[in-house]
């Protein structure tokens, strides 16, 4: 992977931290197993992180080059206190600026790193870029550390969710199951939740589960997203009238 990456990363900062990665890899032949799995951890989570961080600065250089007004308002407040960031952040967040919007996030977390809301804004952000892993590993913060700081704004169970469906993203089914029953453990009032576990079980060819998770989920709150995978699932357990009608419900919402 690291070898695939060089190829792709050109911005010299980046290709510098790359390469010293690499070099650790490499040296690393003659380690003892229980040494050597412990270092490719580390490094693994290193190279997400580089990832992560590279990820979002192409956005910002793609903003930058299209000229967008986000670009041009740069979240920075006249004293830089740490709440600007956090306000500014999530007004970007709003208005779907994400790559400013995880800029100030990072930046206020400088200062309160263990603000799990902000942490579980941040991870949001990145998942609209794309940036899959850094979500899961803010997502991963959020986590571990909401017993001692627990959020004010969200609910720990929605990070547990949209780890998991960070995971359905990246087609890791199996993966992603744990996080959305933990989920549906915390918190059975969410629809969402359901909704997450039933396209997972679709996914994974247990189409009854499926159906049973988006019957749930419509009967807490009717919508689309339900319908249609509700009607998906019935199409592959050759349920032909139910599906028709689920898939024209979800077309009319």
């Not at 576990?197 to 009717?222: F, P, Q, T, V």
Request: charged letters at 30%; hydrophobic letters at 30%; proline letters at 2%.
């Amino acid at each position: 992977m690291d070898l695939e990456l060089k190829t792709e990363i050109t911005e010299r900062k980046f290709v510098n931290r790359l390469d010293g990665e690499y070099s650790v890899l490499t040296s690393m032949e003659d380690d003892d197993l229980a040494r050597t799995t412990k270092i490719l951890k580390q490094r693994e989570n290193s190279i997400r992180e580089l990832i992560s961080e590279y990820n979002i600065w192409v956005n910002e250089q793609n903003a930058n080059n299209r000229n967008k007004t986000s670009a041009n308002k740069e979240t920075t407040s006249t004293d830089n206190s740490s709440t600007d960031f956090a306000l500014i952040g999530i007004q970007h967040m709003q208005n779907r600026e994400y790559a400013p919007a995880i800029r100030n996030f990072s930046k206020y977390l400088e200062t309160d790193k263990n603000n799990t809301d902000i942490l579980f804004f941040r991870a949001s952000s990145k998942s609209e870029l794309g940036d899959l892993y850094g979500a899961i590993s803010d997502y991963d913060k959020v986590i571990e550390l909401n017993s001692n700081y627990p959020m004010q704004y969200n609910k720990v169970g929605m990070a547990y969710n949209n780890k998991a469906y960070s995971y359905v993203k990246l087609k890791e089914y199996n993966k992603a199951l744990p996080f959305v029953e933990k989920a549906i453990e915390l918190d059975k009032s969410e629809w969402y939740f359901w909704d997450t576990r039933g396209e997972i079980y679709l996914n994974l060819g247990d189409y009854k589960k499926s159906i049973s998770d988006l019957d749930i989920a419509l009967s807490i709150e009717k919508n689309p997203d339900s319908y249609f995978l509700r009607g998906l699932a019935y199409i592959k357990s050759g349920q032909k009238v139910k599906r028709c009608k689920d898939l024209s419900k979800a077309g009319e919402m």
